[in-house]
């Protein structure tokens, strides 16, 4: 991986982040409520939720997980989703979506290649059963 490694990964999701926190700033904080249909998020909630979206990866790599049996997803989920479900102005949500970010970018830039060539056995029946921590993360 000597050509696309932690610190390139970092370098792109700062930039998808960056334009994510433009969109966000963009949006005026009377439509935050707007649902598309009854069965979607808020855009508020949709922000919220793609701040919180790297913390399952952070879980499983800062933990050397290296089964995704091992991942307790009872445990997770309704963490997440209290996270997700917090109430929040627009200055918030970018807020937390800058520093959420950059939290995950700076775990991103320090990751050496040795770490990114491990394997993860993903669950039963997915397919491949096996990714490296580079293809979980990319």
């Given at each position: 991986m000597s050509f696309y490694g932690g610190p390139q990964l970092a370098a792109s999701f700062r930039q998808v982040r960056?334009?994510?926190?433009?969109?966000?700033?963009?949006?005026?904080?009377?439509?935050?409520?707007?649902?598309?249909?009854?069965?979607?998020r808020t855009i508020a909630q949709l922000l919220a939720h793609i701040a919180v979206g790297p913390w399952f990866q952070l879980h499983v790599h800062t933990n050397g997980i290296d089964d995704l049996k091992q991942v307790n997803f009872m445990e997770l989920v309704p963490q997440f989703t209290a996270e997700e479900a917090r109430p929040r102005s627009k200055p918030e949500l970018v807020a937390f979506l800058r520093s959420e970010g950059e939290r995950f970018a700076t775990y991103l830039e320090g990751l050496s290649d040795a770490f990114l060539g491990q394997s993860v056995q993903m669950p039963p029946g997915a397919t491949p059963a096996v990714k490296s921590r580079f293809e979980m993360l990319l």
């Open positions: 960056a334009n994510t926190i433009q969109a966000a700033q963009e949006i005026p904080e009377d439509k935050y409520g707007f649902r598309a249909t009854p069965d979607t």
